[in-house]
């Protein structure tokens, strides 16, 4: 989010899902696309179908990597180096786009210097892949008409996320991959609604549409909309709160739609700062491990029983229709959180979820011309919106930037704050599979889903297996510097020597004890996908 | 394809039999035959409910809240009016059944599957060669060929385990070596201190044994591993695939050939096993290569 | 066998009898523009559609997603098992000769011996009306798996719509007693009636705008000449989500589990299953004897485009289209029949060395090698000069990439 605002303006896909199957070249970095998102992957494959080229850059042979041209195996954590390595080919074999430097970014001067006093061999180094394979990938890349760059969790989760994005965005300008169809830098969501719940403003800087909370006018437009003083000062992150909830003051909380005791790093310290809370309330659709703690549920609504927009990944606004009414004593998570406002004495009185997009509408500009109405009648509609006839943003910044001009901003490779030592000799890295989503709170509860994957698995390098005496099946105790927990292994020839994978879907296997909460300093987000670790059998 | 109006006549004037129903029974004994496996005694609550069957067969066994499960029939239609099964701890049913005492309730349905060939085994020397559980459904037939006594051959049972601590069904073991009906032989892979017997994989012990393949058939019934190493060494030695027979374990979830799960090759091991001679099951498997 | 004509306008009240004891399945269109076969709950309110091929077949009305099949209550003195009781009279309504297809092979997988309960109870009072397709849409191909798009056997009654009209057949004693039962709805085929339909048949079969070889593919299948290749590229694109088997109409595996209410009271359902599930197949102990997504895929192929063919001389396919709608990857049954084909045995490795060469350099793409090998086998000309003729690469790239295959170790 942050690394393509400083860069683009605006920290969304900057594409369209469908134009992927018109790209040239496809480059995915830090995305196990096939397990995460199955319908970019689709059209990812549709592509490779068609002739496109597809470069993969991800430590694990995953699926996706099977069918690329190209995969960079890369160490974990070692984006930058990889990136700055592929710049540096592109602007030492003459292959950057001068023209789109000259008319629409800024600041090229500087990662011009930055990357002339690279080495390459010393970055292939770093990043553990050959230089000859960089130098293909920088070409293949540079040299396409169409170029687009995906990316995911496996570039923000790190202590240098920001960093990373900024990495991408500089060869994607470098090379003229942006501003156009076909052609961009597309962040995957996670979620079918997380671009929706940032774009609602749950950033603690900004109103919805990413309006900032410093600005005092902005803040006088929601003053007099919600006839409330609002603060002045952003708010605080996630980690904040559940990790220094007690030194940031918190007293109670409320918690919706999210397990944080399953899902955030270092677990145990969550936990520990949710039992001390005076008052926590938790809204959920099951009683998650974060619900058990609280003093009060509210049994939430699923997507089924309830009608609203999410926005997915390419920015698209889609209304979700009521299918069943609401099973027992479930509420809408709107009336929940009106009910609530009303007892604690703010009256928040809408009739229905219509018009409350009618109020996102009023004050969120890129939201401005998305309405229920319109929503029905059409497959969803992309933002920037901002009037009612508008219909919708196929892809961003098209004719110039949303900041004015692109803006390269020059990164050095940063280690992962915790490397392997003596002591925690291997790299733990986190993720998903293909039947479970997130803290498994749903899925789970599906026998079919639950029996495709019964329990959480970790991967490791078969030589490493086989030195450490270990059979698939085998039950290892694994332990980082803040907690351990036990799992079933499984020897596999997808991650290098050294590594360790494991998803964090299953709460027997609460693998988010060990990692570790370094955050990245400017979007705050924890780096889930390096921490140290060790193993032993149990 | 079926089709006209005498099937849908055939359906209006069917009884209608439903399958899934399960026959509550009563567990009367248990024994436990090593760490993991026990062998639990099974009473019908309704005697009306008990059935007749034949070795090799298997029914579905249900622990109510934990699911169904195939298990084969370890005891001898000869023996009693009760059934027994041998499981292993191996999933969640099982775990279930494990925690179970003498005197609580399960449910079974069956018996299911296509038996060991009894009529055509008479007057043949028997080998049977099983590796741990495996010894389950084999053990059903040995003690059927023993009660009947005179009609079969000479009986071999090569058998192999884990560990000498893992050896399963000892008392059947004594029992069989004590009055001489069972040529018993065993071997485990990894030797305990005191053990004096045999290291090593169960077709180190076939090295031992004259088979006369004129009039001997085998019976095998283990770990897919074993079972590949024994027939290859069968054959090698000159038995014809015919008189190699064997149990297949599935995934099953009906065991009447409804719900797909034991599908192979166009055949459904429920229903057309789950005892095939090699023969067969090479024909099957040769069919697409 | 009856015919009759039935107008348009007469088709309501006829319903109105029909149905006036039973549940009426038909085609609806719901406020969000999905066309679904659905439960009528007012003839009066309801607008049937029949325009289009529903998205989903008339599967679940027979078999159900979710199907509860007793419930059990646990007591000191033991169980006591309750079936829950049988379905109610059905009319299934203007449902498609594929979807008619697949009920007839539901009927041969459920009703041998020993009979689904389940099924039987909803099926034996089940009236079948089905509609032929005047014009098949972008992904039928039940001309190649002889499902349609008009059937001579499997309907009560069989409608054809002759544009206000619709011709009436009858396909069974049951379809007969209708016609006599409601005279009035009925009249006479007349010689222009008659002709009208044929024509509109002989369109039909001419208007399928795929062509899928399905009986090519059992023969290759059969001659074990489909390349590992094949298998290899189409598992690479599975996720294994299951989607292609809850869609098709003929898929009718399921799995049984018990789902507790109470301590001491559950319910055992059985829910649909998928053959591309890695648990379909996975035992107790974590064993797996279809243990990769390659051997998975085989297994669903092979069962109906191979065993249920040599089994029932048809495939268990019914060429309705569906999967190749709802797979992520494209890995549909129409997909994997077209790649068989496009393979020739003899100039296999052969072709596939310049096509995937070729393919490797970006120069083509699958899509115009499996065109282009289609080609090839019709015309026996070689491949490169049809790909040449097909402007998609020139004398120089072949040559190129023949050069550089030659510099390589």
Redesign the interface.
Known sequence: MAGLATTFGSGAMTNSINEITGAEVIFVIGSNT??AH??I??RI??AV???A?LIVADPRRT?IS??AHIHLQLRPGSDIALLNAMMRVILSEGLVDDAFIEMRTENFRELRKHLLAQDIDQLAAVSGIPASQIKKAARLYAGAQKGVICYCLGITQHICGTANVESIANLAMLTGHVEQAYTGVNPLRGQNNVQGACDMGAIPGVFPGYQQVSDPLIREKFERAWGKALPSEPGLTITDMTHRGRENGIRAMFIMGENPVMSDPDASKVEETLKGLEFLAVSDIFLTETARLAHVVFPAASFAEKCGTVTNSERRVQLM?QAIPPIGECRSDSEIIMELAGCLGYSMEYENSAEIMEEIALLTPIYGGIFHDRLETCWGLQWPCPTRDHTGTPYLHKYSFARGKGRFVPAENIMPDELPDDDYPFILMTGRV?HHYHTGAMTRAS??LS??V?EAVLEINSYDAEEKGLRH?DMVSLRSRRGEMEVRVKPVDTISRGMLYVSFHFHESPVNRLTNPALDPVAKCPEYKVCAVNLEKA | ?????T??ES??N?V???????N?T?ISEIIEENSTIRTYTLRF?DRAAAFSFLPGQFVMLSV??????PISISSSPTSTDAIQLSV?R?????SALHSMKAGE?V?VRGPYGVPFPVDELKGRDLLFVAGGIGLAPLRSLINYCRAKNGEYGKITLCYGSRSPSDIAFKNDLDAWQADGSVDVRLTVDVPERGWQGRTGLVTTLLDDLTINNSNSSALLCGP?VMIDAVISKLKESGMDSEQIITTL???M??G??????C????VLICKDGPVFNVRTLENIMGA?? | MEKNILKKDHVRPFLRKLARNSRLIAPLRT??GDLLYQEIESIDSSEIDLSEQPQESAKQFLFPQQEQ??T?Q?TSN??T?S?RKSGMPTVLFGLRSCDISAI??M??????S?????Y??K??DTIIIGIGCNEPWDNCFCNATRTGPFLE??FDLQLTDLGDRFYVESG???GDEILKKWPQFFSPVTDEDEKLRYQLMLEARSGFKRHVHVETAFQK?AD?SVSPSVWEHLA??C????GCAYICPTC?????????LSPHT?E?L??W?A?T???????????N?VNTATDRLK?RF??KL??DY???N?PGCVGCGRCVGIC???VDIAMFVDMVCAEKRDQRQNATVIGDLL?EA??????QLYKALEKRDRTGMPLGNILMEMGIVTKEDIANCLADKVERP
């Open positions: 096939t397990e199955p319908q992957a689709r494959l549709e179908d068609s002739g080229k699926e099977r069918s229709h293909y026998d079919i029996r495709e019964p099946g | 394809m079926m089709e006209t109006g099937m849908r359906m209006r069917a209608t039999d439903n399958v899934f129903m399960p509550e009563v609550t109510p809240g934990h699911g169904e499960a292993r191996a999933g969640r049913l099982t309730y449910a897919p374990e599935r995934n979830k009906c009447v050939g409804l719900c797909g799960h599908h192979m090759e166009g697409t290569g | 406020s969000h099949l007793f059990y646990s033991g169980f098992f079936p007839l092979y009927d041969v997988i459920f009703l041998r020993p009979r689904d309960h389940y039987l109870q099926r034996k056997i499997g069974r004693a049951v299948i074990n690479r694109r996720d294994g989500c299951g009718t595996c399921f799995t049984i589990f018990d789902r507790p559950g055992r059985r829910t299953d053959c599930h890695d648990g379909f197949t996975r035992m107790a102990g974590g064993h004897p297994r092979m069962h191979y065993f040599k089994q029932f048809r992520f990857g494209g393919i970006g120069l083509i793409t699958r899509k």
